[in-house]
């Protein structure tokens, strides 16, 4: 994954009313914002989708900010972001070949969203930092099928330091300081 062309960041259903039912949810939330900073550094399109917001409330208001003006969520009400109206057709629109995601809970909506990724002919890679649960089994057993069904599942500083490829990148500094930042 070393060139960040063809390569989209969906963050699903991070809502604070979820985040409550986590136990992990502050370095949880870290890594989203390192994911989402990171990939508005190198140009990558940020999806962010939220499960019934009219209900449940929005996204978290730290990650929007991250994303900076525009950002574009998706409501839905199937677990798998591709449920989403809109989502599909701006993924194509995009030109996506590789969907990054982030985002909860893992064994639902992140699990569903990456398997859907994989069936729409998707390379897909699952942030395991930036991915979280009510329950650690139950995401490590996800994580596992993801893996065998052809999905990476791989911590966010290795992905995205895999596209830079190098200490040469114009933007590894920067890169370097968001890692601290957000430790």
């Known amino acids: 994954m070393a060139s960040p ?43 962010f989708t939220e499960q019934a917001p009219a209900k449940l409330g929005g996204t978290h208001p730290d990650l929007l900010l991250e994303a900076g003006e525009g950002a574009a969520v998706f409501a839905k009400t199937a677990f798998s972001a591709f449920g989403a109206s809109g989502l599909p057709e701006r993924l194509q629109q995009s030109g996506a070949e590789h969907l990054i995601i982030a985002g909860l809970e893992g064994p ?9 990724g994989l069936r729409h002919g998707l390379g897909v890679t699952v942030l395991a930092d930036a991915v979280t649960a009510r329950r650690p089994g139950d995401q490590a057993a996800c994580f596992d099928a993801l893996r065998a069904a052809g999905a990476a599942v791989l911590p966010v500083e290795t992905v995205f330091y895999s596209m830079l490829a190098g200490a040469e990148h114009p933007a590894f500094r920067e890169f370097t300081d968001l890692v601290k930042r957000h430790a």
Not at 8 to 35: E, H, K, N, W
């Open 5 to 47: 062309e063809g390569i989209v960041l969906a963050v699903v259903d991070v809502q604070p009313v979820f985040m409550r039912a986590m136990t992990d949810s502050g370095p949880f939330l870290a890594r989203c914002r390192l994911a989402v900073s990171a990939a508005r550094l190198l140009g990558l399109p940020v999806l």
């Open 108 to 116: 639902v909506c992140v699990h569903q969203s990456a398997l859907d």
